[in-house]
């Protein structure tokens, strides 16, 4: 049983200087808040260092050590960093440090070439030498299971792997889960025990040979199992080959399945640039068109004086036409006057003018001349429509609406180009250095290794008939051999008899044992789910021979398909069975794992935490599990709660939470 | 009494504007460019004056074809007896307008010349 009681980090990531947090003694939960880029990975990371000695990315790459220590620290120029570990296994104290520091003669390390690390075990006060240390550590959390043990949500959606036939993921993962149930204790006294059956099988047929009456049969038995034992090495050297190709079928599979996305991005790549054709075409059509309206937009323009000088010559011209009217009307009356003047008479009533009216008449007469020396200029009235009319053809059609409709697009269509184009750089930056007729490659090779392999399943298939054809031969001639031999033979006999028992013995515990832990675990994992699900309608989970997980409906009917979150319960529920099965017993550290998950489901999460580990320590952020909720879930089970506080983008404190 | 002008010039900013302004693809033809700096210069209210510092630039015949400049000068500016030389004043003046407005904008925008310009007016008015 290990038990965490302190790390101690220096200028780890985030981590600038030495920080430290104690885990209280007691079992139970531990909760580190921080939000995004404050350094909770890091902070497990900073665990996985001390143990393996690498730290790993959220999507599960190596991160070269030279970029781990802390960027502020390495500006003050201190580079290297240190992790310190205190626990418990199996009641020793033990102190684990580890640290990486430059190599002497170089001041600023550039590369993990330029590091050197140390890693110091002490017990007591004692430091252990350098195989005890391995050997120790190698018991304490072996790397294979820590899987287990320091995980975070991606690593929980990888789970769902072990639902898939032939999933290499999910053979790797089956391993993993093996050996923390502790089944190669069994597997590996099962195969030691075919050496000795095979070695006593070997030793029946010399003593056979020894014998005149059974030499034939001996030398016989000896020849068969030669030729089994070639067979057998053939048999290994195509499963080693199958296993080599298949890694690297596997691989180019996975490559392949990157490479979709990339096809994809290309795709759109593609599509954006036709885009771009077509949106320059259209600034090309509307510039043109602006370019046409430009033409004339001079006298739009001067519309407003245009239209100015129009209404003015129009009032003008009026005036001119009101007074040749009056020039008219005056120009009559005067010619009527005069004759009236001249007859003395009245031409209207022919009555005859007394002295008085005709001396009216004279002054009328008078006045009249007067108005009509005044004559209206004809010159001005032709000058004006001529230029009234001129100035009215100079009005061309306003397109100031059109002109301002042509620019607010052409706007549009600059930014939807910016737009298209920082898409374009993004997609050419995500596929800088992949070669497209690579994907192509790895296209045939892919179905080239596939061919393969298929033809080493064939070779696999024949030599195992042929072994099994060869050992049945042994097994004729053995009952040849037991009803012809002497006293020596029988002795080997015996003993490969015994041999033969016992390997059938642990070849029927092994498989008892799996379809024990299969039992189990399924049972475990169920309990555990039905306690964090908050579906009332699913019933159980089912194992199955690759300890994946299947929901299972009230109905009986399995769920074929689930969510993220629900990979995520169901995960948890077999982390939690196989925390209860294993032999091997640690804390529990995870890493966001409520990411996926509803507040439903986090608070049945919280509240089972105890249950799944004696030691449980949470990395979250806040959002993704309240304070308040995790002590009203916990209550005396929460041990310590700390915060990782920013000082800056390149240094986090881990302080003791304070609400 | 002063003669008119058979031809118009340009300084050599604005020749090298106007080279620019077709570079740019925002008219088909220079000449639009200096009729838009007329049109520009008159309705910002720019006195008339006398050109100086220029390079001829083109016929009055080929520039002018159908005689609206003339006709719209001469109306606007009546007491003028010589409108093209005026025109060519007004034109030069109506491009460094014309200059000043594409420093600040990447497009031609007409509306947005003339809310410039009232603004100036007001400007000026206060």
Known sequence: ML??????????????????????????????????????????????YAFYGYVRSRGDHEIDLAKIGNWEAAAEGVYGFRVVLEFDYKGTPYELTRQCRPRPGITTPVSSLEYAQDTLLRCGADVLGPEQRDRILAQVLPEKISRFFLFDGELLQQYEELLREESNMGRQIKESIERILGVPVLTNARA????????????EGKAAQRDQRTREFGNHHQALIDERTCHESELLRLAGEREALYSRWKAIE????????????????????????VIDQKVTEKRARIRDLMVEAWRWLLHPQVHDLIRAMEVRIEVLRA??????????????????????????????????????????ADSLRALLKEKVPAEEFTALLHRLATLKEFLAPDHTAVLKELNLSLDDLRVERATKLDRIEEIQEQTRNIDESEIRKLSSDHERIGQEIAILDQGIQGETRIIQELTDSIRR??????????????????????????????????????????????EDATSLFLRLTTESDYLKLKINENYGLTIIHKDGVAIPVRSAGAEHIVALSLMGALQRNAPLRGPIIMDSP???????????????????????????????LEPRLARNELMAQLKGEYKLVRKSARHSVIQPYTE | MPTDKNTIGVTQENREFLELVIERGLFNDQMDAAKLGLALAIRQGISPGEATGIDTKWNVGSFDKDGHLRNV???????????????????????IILRRHLVDNPSLDIEKLQGDMRNEGEGQAQ
Do not use: W
Request: hydrophobic letters at 35%.
């Open chain 1, 594 to 624: 409520f990411g996926r998950l509803d507040q439903g489901h986090t608070t049945r999460v919280v509240r089972s935490l105890p249950c799944m580990a004696d030691q449980v320590l949470l990395l979250v952020y806040e959002a993704e």
């Open chain 1, 254 to 277: 996975d490559a392949l399945k990157k490479s979709e996305r990339l096809k994809a991005l290309l795709s759109e790549r593609d599509a954006l640039q036709n885009d771009i054709i």
């Open chain 1, 477 to 522: 001639v053995q009952n040849q051999l037991d009803r012809l031999g002497g006293a020596d033979l029988a002795k080997e006999r015996r003993r490969r008899e015994t041999c033969e028992h016992l390997l059938n013995l642990f070849d029927q515990a092994v498989g008892e044992y799996r379809d024990r832990l299969r039992s189990k675990v399924e």
């Open chain 1, 323 to 364: 007074k040749e009217t009056e020039f008219a009307v005056a120009s009559e009356k005067l010619k009527a006057t005069d004759a009236a003047i001249d007859s003395g008479s009245c031409d209207s009533c022919k009555r005859p003018l007394d002295p008085e009216t005709l001396i009216t008449f004279r002054t009328r």
């Open chain 1, 3 to 48: 038990f965490l009681h302190r790390i101690t980090v220096e200028n780890f990531g985030p981590f600038k200087g030495i920080q430290t947090i104690d885990f209280p003694p007691e079992p139970g939960v531990v909760l580190i808040y921080g939000e995004n880029m404050r350094g909770k990975t890091t902070l497990l990371n900073a665990i996985r």
């Open chain 1, 192 to 203: 030691d025990m075919r050496e000795l059956y095979r070695d006593a099988q070997g030793q």
């Open chain 2, 73 to 95: 000068v001469s109306a606007i500016f009546p007491n003028v007896s010589t409108p093209y030389r005026l025109a060519e004043y007004l034109i030069n003046e109506g491009l």
